[in-house]
């Protein structure tokens, strides 16, 4: 069974910095989906990031970008010029790539944002 | 874009009786739709995956009976907790599939806070 850890429970950073939060998988499957998730203070949770795992270019979005390291089945998010309103949980999941659209979650890391 | 609904954003309600959540894709047709629980500081925990015209996939440990879920559209799901009690207190949150080529990314609704007095 595929599994997802967040090692780090909770991270702050400086107003305009930036953070990486750290997300490993375990899986013996080669065709697969990475995420993340935030979710502020309101609970709605927000599609951050994607990436395909046979893609080897890693996924940008504006400030947030991934590195994915697929050998080391790795997937961290990196945050440049934090802004306050990055402030969340940030969570990492899995998603096979056969029929099953089940995401599997890992267990969040609360990001502080440090004015 | 892909906005999924939820209704009620919140409800109190007695122990004993009833309570309809109703999850609604807006501006897209989901196939499958996802009811999770949360509880305070945790992450998401998969209760049922719904399809459409057919019945919903309980994960292990959700009382089928306990919690109904009907998916009779494209847009609409909705998750009914029978008879609920204390216990059944929590965030209850709702993902649509939305379908398409690459990957088929799950939309989530903004919750439902449940409080069971």
């Known amino acids: 069974a595929q599994t997802v850890t967040q090692s780090q429970p909770e991270m702050s950073v400086q107003e305009a910095e930036t953070v990486t939060l750290s997300c490993t998988y375990d899986t013996s499957e080669s065709d697969y989906y990475l995420f993340w998730y935030k979710q502020p203070p309101s609970r709605q949770m927000i599609l951050v990031i994607r990436q395909e795992a046979y893609k080897q270019q890693n996924a940008t979005e504006n400030r947030f970008s991934v590195n994915f390291q697929k050998a080391a089945k790795s997937f961290s998010l990196k945050i440049s010029d934090s802004q306050l309103g990055d402030a969340a949980m940030y969570f990492c999941a899995y998603r096979s790539a056969g029929s099953n659209y089940q995401l599997i979650w890992g267990a969040g890391t609360k990001l502080i944002i440090k004015p | 874009g892909a906005v999924v609904s939820q209704h009620p954003s919140w409800v109190i309600c007695k122990s004993g009786t009833s309570v309809k959540i109703e999850c609604r894709s807006l501006d897209f047709q989901a196939t499958t739709m996802f009811w999770y629980r949360q509880f305070p500081k945790q992450s998401l925990m998969l209760m049922a995956t719904?399809?459409?015209?057919?019945?919903?996939?309980?994960e292990q440990g959700v009382e089928k009976d306990k919690f109904l879920i009907n998916h009779a559209s494209l847009t609409l799901s909705t998750l009914t907790v029978t008879s609920a009690h204390p216990e059944d207190s929590s965030f209850y949150i709702c993902?649509?599939?939305?379908?398409?080529?690459?990957?088929?990314?799950?939309?989530f609704g903004p919750g439902t806070r449940l409080l069971v007095l």
């Open positions: 993902s649509a599939r939305k379908p398409g080529t690459g990957i088929e990314t799950q939309y």
């Open positions: 719904s399809n459409e015209g057919s019945k919903a996939t309980y």
